[in-house]
Nanobody, 119 residues
Framework: QVQLVESGGGLVQPGGSLRLSCAAS????????MGWNRQAPGKQRELVAS???????NYADSVKGRFTISRDSAENTVYLQMNSLKPEDTAVYYC?????????????WGQGTQVTVSS
C-alpha cells in the first residue's frame, strides 16, 4: 500500500513563509516525478510545482520566484518552500507522486494540507 504523508501547512500572515513536506512510502519502485498541486474553494485543482527524476523543476507562473521545490530521492520526500505568501495562495495543497508500484505506473495523491494566508 502506498502512502503519502504531508505536513507543514497552517496559518500564516501575508509575506510569511511555510515549508511543506511529503514523504512517500518506500514501496514505490521508480519515481518519475513528484510535485504539488493546490485547490482553492470554488476553483479547480492547479499545478503549483513539480520536479522530475533528473531534478528539472516546473513552476506555475503565479509562484515563480516565491516558491521552491526540492526532493530527497533517498527518502522519497518532496518539499515546497513557500516565501512571500499572499492571500491568494490560500488553498489545500496536495502532494503527488508519479511512479511505479508492482509493475504498475500510477499517480498517487496525498490527503492534502491546508495553507491559509491571512492577517
Amino acid at each position: 500500500q502506498v502512502q503519502l504523508v504531508e505536513s507543514g501547512g497552517g496559518l500564516v500572515q501575508p509575506g510569511g513563509s511555510l515549508r511543506l513536506s511529503c514523504a512517500a512510502s518506500k514501496n514505490i519502485n521508480s519515481i518519475y516525478s513528484m510535485g504539488w498541486n493546490r485547490q482553492a474553494p470554488g476553483k479547480q485543482r492547479e499545478l503549483v510545482a513539480s520536479i522530475d527524476s533528473a531534478g528539472s523543476k516546473n513552476y506555475a507562473d503565479s509562484v515563480k520566484g516565491r516558491f521552491t521545490i526540492s526532493r530527497d530521492s533517498a527518502e522519497n520526500t518532496v518539499y515546497l518552500q513557500m516565501n512571500s505568501l499572499k492571500p491568494e495562495d490560500t488553498a489545500v495543497y496536495y502532494c503527488n507522486v508519479n511512479g511505479v508500484v508492482a509493475n504498475t505506473h500510477r499517480i498517487f495523491w496525498g490527503q492534502g494540507t491546508q495553507v491559509t494566508v491571512s492577517s
